[in-house]
């Protein structure tokens, strides 16, 4: 299993970023697949989940209607559109599957079978 995130930087308050993740060496379809992020002295946040299936997703109440979270399975890429971004968004932000522990009970990247290496993301004037 190999996750790779890509499409981090700089950007401004309110601006926008589009961060990927090539994954490969499993099948796309029908898994759950994760944005999780961690600030700099802070904890992981979980930010968003999508069922590869149908589509399906789930969204922090920190993003909710900022961040939107979509796949391609027929390139197996995983995607997070990151909108009207603020400061406290600048963290590294993981791609991940296989979750050991609930949403609620995330809180460390040990909570996945498998990430990233992280995309950093800098929000700033």
């Known amino acids: 299993v190999q996750l790779v995130e890509s499409g981090g930087g700089l950007v401004q308050p309110g601006g926008s970023l589009r961060l990927s993740c090539a994954a490969s060496?499993?099948?796309?379809?029908?898994?759950?697949m994760h944005w999780v992020r961690q600030a700099p002295g802070k904890g992981l946040e979980w930010v968003a989940s999508?069922?590869?299936?149908?589509?399906?997703?789930n969204t922090a109440d920190s993003v909710r209607g900022r961040f939107t979270i979509s796949r391609d399975n027929s390139k197996s890429m995983l995607y997070l559109q990151m909108d009207s971004l603020k400061s406290e968004d600048s963290a590294v932000y993981y791609c991940?599957?296989?979750?050991?522990?609930?949403?609620?009970?995330?809180?460390?990247?040990?909570?996945?079978?498998?990430r990233g290496q992280g995309t950093q993301v800098t929000v700033s004037s």
């Open positions: 991940a599957k296989d979750l050991h522990a609930t949403l609620a009970t995330i809180t460390s990247l040990a909570d996945f079978g498998y």
């Open positions: 060496g499993f099948t796309f379809n029908n898994n759950w």
């Open positions: 999508i069922w590869t299936g149908d589509a399906t997703t």
